[in-house]
């Protein structure tokens, strides 16, 4: 690790889920503790698995392009956590990014051009055959990071 890379910002890829606000939260105590900014990143990528993620935001907004539907759908979802959470989150604290790709590759390489300092970034605990035809982010991102990852593994439930 680079000694840029060591004061870098710490990389906190979203999905706008449950399971991202709580790597959110749990980097806002990190950033806290190490002294570092955080970069909220959002890989914009309409899954198979998935299709029409961001019709909701698309619709609601009158937007044409994904990208556009997307970070609105960043926009809400930083506007609702530091909402939430105002006490712990600092807006000057935080940036936010949005890319285009696959998310393990390109995660990947924003942490490498913004040298992050750590990766802190969700699971959602797929098993099965969905696990193994899709693989999961953050495993990837796990054995390929040349920076610390720390994955946060939350209980499955659905927003209400």
Do not use: N
């Not at 890829?13 to 790597?23: G, W």
Request: aromatic fraction near 4%.
């Amino acid at each position: 690790m680079t000694k840029k890379a060591e004061t870098g910002p710490i990389l906190v890829p979203v999905d706008f889920s449950v399971p991202s606000e709580a790597a959110l939260l749990l980097a806002v105590e990190l950033g806290r503790c190490l002294q570092r900014r955080l970069l909220v990143l959002h890989v914009v990528h309409d899954p198979g698995s998935m299709p029409g993620y961001y019709t909701r935001a698309l619709k609601q907004k009158h937007l044409a392009r994904i990208e556009d539907g997307a970070a609105a759908m960043l926009d809400d979802f930083l506007e609702r956590v530091i909402g939430e959470h105002g006490d712990l989150i600092k807006r000057k604290r935080l940036d936010a990014m949005l890319v285009t790709g696959l998310p393990s590759s390109r995660i990947l390489e924003v942490a490498e051009k913004t040298s992050s300092s750590m990766i802190v970034i969700a699971s959602k605990g797929l098993s099965g055959w969905k696990h193994l035809m899709i693989g999961s982010v953050a495993e990837q991102v796990v054995h390929l990071s040349p920076v610390p990852v720390t994955v946060v593994k939350t209980e499955r439930r659905k927003r209400g």
